[in-house]
Each structure stands twice: as C-alpha cells, then as structure tokens.
C-alpha cells in the first residue's frame, strides 16, 4: 500500500511538473513573438502611436465607415502590443515622422499626410488624383507600369512599411484606390505581421502592392500580391532631358 501511494504521489508531482514546464515554455514562447510584434510594429509597451485618417467626402469629421473598419483591426493589434494610439485626421497631424510608429490611410485624394509621404518617401509612386470620374481615376503608375481601377472587380492598394533611418520609429502607409481597399490592406497586415517581419526583418522597409479580387462580393476578404515593388516606388523617376 505505501508503494501504490508512492507512486501517485510520484506521479501528482511529475504532472505538475509537466504542467508548470509547458506553462513556462508556453509564456517563453508568448513574450518572444510579443517581443517580435512589438519590434515589427515599432510599439513597445505603453507607447504611443498615430492613426492618420482621411476625411469622407462631403462629411466634416466624418470618416468612411471601411476606413473606420481598418481602424477597428489596427486598434487591436496596437492594444496588443500594449500600446494605444491617438486619432488624428490628416490635415491636423503636421509633425514629422519617425519619433512615433505612423499608420496613414486613404489615397492622397483625400489624404494630405499620404500626399506628402507619397512624396517624400516614394517618389517613384504615381496616383491619378482626377475628382471628376475619367477613366484614369484613381489609377497607380509604378515604375512605369499603370495598374487602373475596376471599381468592385478589380482594385489595388499600396501597404508599405518605411523607416527615416536607423532607431526611427516606422510609418506604414495604406493608400487604397477606394476606401474598402484600405480595409483590406490593414487586414492583410494583421494576418501576415509574422510573414512579413521574417521575410524582411524587424526593422526592414517594404513597399507591396496588393490586389483586392471582386469587393462587391467578398468585401475586403480576397487579396492578392501582386509584386514587391518597394525599389520601383522608392527610386524617382527620370525627368526628360530639356
């Protein structure tokens, strides 16, 4: 009897062992890919970042209930970061960039600060900003390349991650021909932080453009890489001779 209460006392305490073992490696496991985010993201805990919207058309204040939707998944992934973010429509936010981590939505349309940064930091980055409805609106020419929109069928965003240097804190840019493009991009970047931290590093910069497939009927849910074009957008292009 005193061995068959040995040998449950000997296996309570190896089970508890096991348990307090994959509860350790768990944890271990947890803080490292927090830490991965956190440095990915440029979001340590307790700091602060910037969200940049747009204004809707026609609406004082008003933001574009797709945009607000980006907003929503962006905000989660900042709280879990353990940070929080202040929301400041484009026009207001004037201050420079690199001292806190940025997410700028909305095409330079309707987006000051992504007209700028556009700019500034992909010069090689063209966008039909055309209010009246020609064909050409809202198209990106890319390193030559031109790629129009199909509204609902077929359209395109920029998701890009820069930095002003080494220590600077990141801006990650969501410049969409429409509003439910942005969603997409935001959503896109939720789902494959990992992805995108492996392939370029922590501190890597990264222009992407992606393709939302058919948003009339899956919403911002189908997108496709179409390319890295992050040295296309990056390089300025060549003014003609004369």
Not at 70 to 99: M, N, P, W, Y
Not at 158 to 164: D, E, G, K, Q, Y
Request: proline share 3%.
């Amino acid at each position: 009897m005193y061995e068959d209460l040995l040998n449950i006392a000997l296996g309570v305490v190896a089970t508890g062992v096991s348990a307090s073992l994959g509860w350790l490696a768990r944890t271990a496991l947890w803080r490292r890919r927090l830490r991965r985010k956190q440095a990915f993201f440029g979001l340590p805990g307790n700091a602060e970042c910037l969200l940049v919207v747009n204004r809707e058309a026609g609406g004082e204040g008003v933001v574009h209930r797709f945009d607000v939707f980006a907003l929503l998944e962006l905000s989660a992934l900042i709280k879990d970061c353990g940070a929080h973010a202040r929301i400041v429509h484009h026009d207001t936010a004037q201050q420079g960039f690199g001292e806190r981590t940025e997410f700028c939505l909305g095409g330079p349309y309707s987006n000051h600060r992504m007209a700028a940064h556009l700019a500034v930091l992909l010069p090689g980055v063209d966008v039909n900003t055309d209010v009246e409805p020609v064909a050409d609106r809202g198209a990106f020419t890319i390193g030559g390349e031109r790629y129009p929109m199909d509204a609902g069928t077929s359209e395109y965003v920029l998701l890009a991650r820069l930095t002003a240097g080494e220590g600077a804190r990141p801006v990650f840019l969501l410049c969409g021909q429409r509003a439910i493009t942005n969603q997409a991009a935001g959503r896109y970047l939720v789902r494959h932080h990992e992805k995108l931290a492996r392939a370029y590093g922590a501190d890597g910069c990264f222009v992407l453009l992606l393709k939302v497939v058919n948003s009339q009927a899956y919403g911002p849910d189908v997108v496709e890489l179409v390319a890295d074009v992050t040295r296309a957008a990056r390089t300025a292009p060549e003014r003609a001779a004369g």
